[in-house]
T-cell receptor, first 110, second 115 residues
């Protein structure tokens, strides 16, 4: 089934640096969402970007969407140790369900 | 305090046993979902329901069953036919507006292990 693929699979950075992770998908979408998961916990919604939007901001998060390339990026600026988590993109492909990617594991060192 | 409650947090299944995972929400959401997550992997959709008394299979429904008798409850049964049930199970809900998926609210998960 259609699925987003995140890149890189894992990312390690120092506190204060920016973290960028990418998501590619296969078919047209209505919207794309990013979620965060702390180890052993449920996912938390971060941001939703619709297919007619190109960029969206929420606090230290910036999401871009390029529908021509079928890709999205999530930028976390001025990372903190508390940002350590896995980050997932999810797409709907104009269906009634969300399909999740395999995630990027972000480690932020103090 | 609104949200989604999953129970139990940890569950152990014996050979040939059916087990049921509970999921309750008080967000008044129409849609509810069950996902399975294996270590280091993404989420795979097991079943979902957009309205009471109706549900659809996801990508990996074999060996699982669900019911949706009440809007706030969507229990998942892992049957003995599921030969590899060890995983982290996540329940979620959302407002459903036509074919548009709004954001999902997740429970804290149930870790199922085989004895």
């Amino acid at each position: 089934s259609q699925q987003g693929e995140e890149d890189p699979q894992a990312l390690s950075i120092q506190e204060g640096e920016n973290a960028t992770m990418n998501c590619s998908y296969k078919t047209s979408i209505n919207n794309l969402q990013w979620y965060r998961q702390n180890s052993g916990r449920g996912l938390v919604h971060l941001i939703l970007i619709r297919s007619n939007e190109r960029e969206k901001h929420s606090g230290r998060l910036r999401v871009t969407l390029d529908t021509s390339k079928k890709s999205s990026s999530l930028l976390i600026t001025a990372s903190r140790a508390a940002d350590t988590a896995s980050y997932f993109c999810a797409t709907d492909a104009y269906t009634d369900k969300l399909i999740f990617g395999t995630g990027t594991r972000l480690q932020v060192f103090p | 305090d609104g949200g989604i409650t999953q129970s139990p947090k940890y569950l152990f299944r014996k050979e040939g046993q059916n087990v049921t995972l509970s999921c309750e929400q008080n967000l008044n959401h129409d849609a509810m979902y069950w996902y399975r997550q294996d270590p280091g992997q993404g989420l795979r959709l097991i079943y979902y329901s957009q309205i009471v008394n109706d549900f659809q299979k996801g990508d990996i429904a074999e060996g699982y069953s669900v019911s949706r008798e009440k809007k706030e409850s969507f229990p998942l049964t892992v049957t003995s036919a599921q030969k590899n049930p060890t995983a982290f199970y996540l329940c979620a809900s959302s407002i459903q507006r036509g074919a548009t998926n709004e954001k999902l609210f997740f429970g804290s998960g149930t870790q199922l292990s085989v004895l």
